[in-house]
């Protein structure tokens, strides 16, 4: 059966048609408002792959590629696409497709109707499964030549990057992850969203939400536009709470052309309510007829055409943010303590103990185990992403290990002292990070569990003061996720994608190899700057690593030896005297321009004197970096030297500037924050540190620069408390303090307007 209807399928035929097409039967059937339409079934791909004897092609590039390695999966996805559409569709499959599109039409009353074309791999929207929104959808599709393409795109869709990525990581075979194409009558919507049937942030059953905004509803659904927000109460059917959003962006169907086109809100609309109270009666009511029907918390799409509303998809939520889980949480009593420290990154992680103290060990930490050494250091990064938890002899909360593990969204202990002494190989050991302890013994829990803080669903407070995010490692599944919550990236680093490639970055430039240098550096941070494009900037900061992280590479051998490298040849200054290096940087980041990304923000490291922003700038232009114009341009202000001259910084000309409040502490106080005998005296609150901090925002605000923050401080409610006070623009923090940073912003924000009321 290459075709179905939605009145032929229910949800038990996901096997045939893919989640989506599965749920679309069983809510028509249940006579539910859904437009009209048919599936590609999944038999017509499985034809269309066997009997043009391509699966052995797309297998053997998916068995000699490396998945973690960035540059060999974009490329494998690119090679299996091609071969998808480069492929002809069978006669018989078109023969199908066609009358069926015709019959489609007809009903609507029209030669030739606008249906949206939507992918429905067949293991996805299942609880447990996270499928969803890793294929694509096409949508106001006109014709059968066009149908038939678009049908072939979402074939092709089942490979992309991030869809590999995750079958490979969650133990799925790729072979037997099918796919259908859904072929819906289109709506067009004046107004459309989503609906959460139990509250998706604190997991409370007796609350029912619904986001809204004008036009089609992929502005709401990809996190474009920034909806209304309705709670209401399930009990009773009443408006709970709402928050009316500043709607600047929608999606409407070009009456011209029929394409889908982004245009600005009308003035009239912006700040009006997009619902009126009937409106959302009945779409409440509709959520609760769909979770009464599958007996199972729904994530449902919704569109409103004139008086009509519609249900155009319903999926199982298979995470709530805040709900408890067996073994979220361990009880001292009973249990073996074996070690404690500081809890440097959230959460419960289980696992074997695997001991790690050079980088030629990383092979032995497997996905799970507890990773233990001493402090860890960039190289280690690709086992890091591997363990369920970490534990460390050495450093505080702003350490490599606790920074890297917090934006990992992984358990992590530091400052133990001893841990590496008393945990030994293969002895098994649970980790709780939030509370620093760990226990003898296996807890139930998982690695997904211990991510909650990271896999928190978008927060709909709406701040002044934007809310970005710290990422050291360009991780397509935590800046997916990071780009719902997050107004933008305030700190994406560039020294953790260089060091993990093993090798100097000079040793590439001198052998001739700077084009493999550059395209793997473009590659991997496109897969950050792709995520928040097109309206939230991505601060990229250029290289910042001391030369003792540089010794283990290949090509490192003849590093300096230096007695303190967080004083020494480091950030602007080596990239100013080795500049082939900073061009390359620039290189790749040119090369995203080029692609027209133009969310990117470049930051440049440790700068003490104006006149490194000026070489910096002059290198940007040289590779063909127009700065202001291309790509927003901007210093990190973590010596007190660019603290105390920020007016002749701004001469030079600033877009932004961001604290790097690590550094800065360091700096001012004269101390190593990675030393245990002196940690214990670091802190960002002391006063010396806040009024350089107080002084830079007021002075960048006068001359109209953004203001940013990117050091632990900015995920301490404390200090964001005091930057809000300052008229700072933007806070930027660890994924796991996102949600708590927007909520600290929001009750400042509210309560410097209440104080300024009151006279």
């Known amino acids: 059966m290459d075709i179905a209807w939605f009145e032929e399928l229910r949800k038990d035929d996901v096997s045939i048609v893919g989640g989506k097409g599965a749920n679309l039967g069983e809510m028509v059937n249940a006579k539910l408002p859904v437009p009209p339409g048919f ?12 009997e043009n004897g391509i699966g052995k092609k797309i297998n053997d590039i998916l068995t000699k590629t490396n998945v973690d390695n960035s540059t060999e999966l974009q490329d494998s996805s690119k090679k299996i696409r091609k071969l998808i559409m480069d492929t002809k569709m069978p006669k018989k499959i078109e023969d199908h497709i066609i009358p069926s599109y015709k019959k489609l039409s007809k009903m609507a009353g029209k030669k030739e109707e606008l249906v949206s074309v939507r992918s429905s791999a067949t293991a996805e929207d299942l609880p447990g499964a996270s499928f969803a929104g890793q294929q694509e959808t096409f949508l106001n599709i006109k014709g059968v030549r066009e149908v038939i393409k678009s049908v072939q795109k979402c074939w092709s869709s089942l490979f992309t990057p991030r869809a590999i990525f995750y079958r490979e990581k969650q133990g799925f075979e790729h072979d037997k992850v099918l796919i259908a194409v859904i072929v819906q009558k289109m709506v067009n919507s004046e107004k459309a969203g989503v609906m959460f049937t139990v509250h998706p942030a604190t997991g409370e059953k007796d609350k029912l939400i619904i ?10 659904v990809s996190g474009t536009v920034t909806p209304d927000h309705y709670v209401i109460s399930k009990n009773n059917g ?20 029929g394409k889908t086109v982004k245009i600005n809100v009308p003035e009239d609309k912006a700040d009006s309510q997009v619902l009126t109270d009937r409106e959302i009666k009945i779409i409440a009511e509709l959520g609760k007829s769909v979770e009464e029907h599958y007996n199972f918390p729904q994530d449902i799409e919704w569109a409103v055409e004139g008086d009509d509303i519609f249900l155009l998809q319903s999926r199982p939520i298979t995470v709530f943010y805040g709900e408890e889980k067996e073994g979220d949480t361990v009880k001292e009593a009973g249990q073996d ?14 696992g074997e103990v695997k001991l790690l103290f050079s980088v030629e060990e990383l092979d032995k930490v497997l996905e799970g185990d507890v990773l233990v050494t001493s402090m860890t250091n960039p190289d280690m990064v690709p086992a890091m992403k591997r363990a369920s ?6 450093g505080g909360m702003t350490c490599h290990a606790a920074i890297v593990s917090r934006e990992l969204g992984i358990p992590c202990i530091v400052g133990t002292k001893d841990g590496s002494k008393i945990l030994t190989d293969g002895m098994k050991i649970t980790v709780d990070g939030s509370r ?14 211990s991510e909650k803080a990271v896999a928190a669903a978008p927060s709909r407070i709406i701040t002044a003061t934007e809310v970005k995010v710290n990422l050291s490692v360009p991780d397509e599944r935590i800046a997916g996720k990071m780009a719902l919550i997050a107004d933008g990236v305030g700190l994406l680093r560039v020294e953790h994608i260089i060091l993990g490639m093993g090798r100097h970055p000079m040793d590439f430039i001198k052998s001739g190899e700077e084009d493999r240098f550059i395209d793997q550096l473009s590659n991997e941070l496109k897969i950050v700057v792709s995520a928040f494009h097109p309206n939230k900037i991505v601060y990229i900061r250029t290289l910042d690593a001391p030369t003792d992280e540089f010794k283990s590479l290949k090509g490192g051998e003849d590093e300096p030896y230096e007695h303190n490298p967080m004083l020494g040849w480091r950030g602007i200054r080596r990239g100013l005297d080795e500049p082939d290096l900073l061009r390359a940087e620039f290189k790749a980041i040119k090369k995203l321009i080029d692609e027209n990304y133009r969310n990117i923000g470049i930051m440049i490291p440790l700068v003490h004197h104006p006149g490194e922003l000026r070489r910096a700038k002059k290198l940007a232009i040289e590779v063909g970096i127009k700065p202001h114009e291309d790509a927003k341009f901007g210093i990190m ?3 007190p030297a660019s603290a105390l001259i920020i007016e002749d910084f701004i001469k030079e000309g600033l877009d932004f500037i961001s604290f790097g409040t690590n550094d800065l502490t360091q700096y001012t106080l004269a101390l190593d924050r990675n030393n245990a005998n002196v940690a214990k005296h670091f802190t960002e609150k002391h006063p010396a540190v806040l009024k350089l901090i107080e002084r830079v925002i007021k002075i960048c605000r006068k001359a109209g620069v953004e203001t940013s923050i990117c050091g632990q401080a900015g995920s301490d409610p404390s200090v964001v408390k005091k930057l ?13 303090a996102v949600l708590t940073v927007r909520e600290t912003i929001a009750r400042t924000e509210k309560l410097m307007v209440l104080d300024k009321l009151r006279g």
Request: charged share 30%.
């Open 337 to 350: 303590v074996l070690v404690k420290g500081l809890g440097a990154a959230p959460g419960i992680g289980s």
């Open 211 to 220: 986001e809204a905004g004008w036009g089609l509803g992929e502005g709401v």
């Open 637 to 639: 202000v973590e010596t």
């Open 436 to 449: 620093g302890v760990v226990y003898k013994g296996i807890t139930k829990t998982t690695k997904e569990e």
């Open 724 to 736: 809000v006070e300052y008229g700072i623009t933007s806070v930027s923090a660890n994924p796991d």
């Open 39 to 50: 599936v590609v079934t999944a038999e017509a791909y499985r034809k269309f792959i066997k």
């Open 238 to 257: 009443s408006l709970v709470d709402k928050e009316i959003a500043h709607k600047e962006l929608m999606f409407v169907r070009d009456k011209k052309t």
């Open 389 to 394: 938890a970490i534990v460390t002899d050495e």
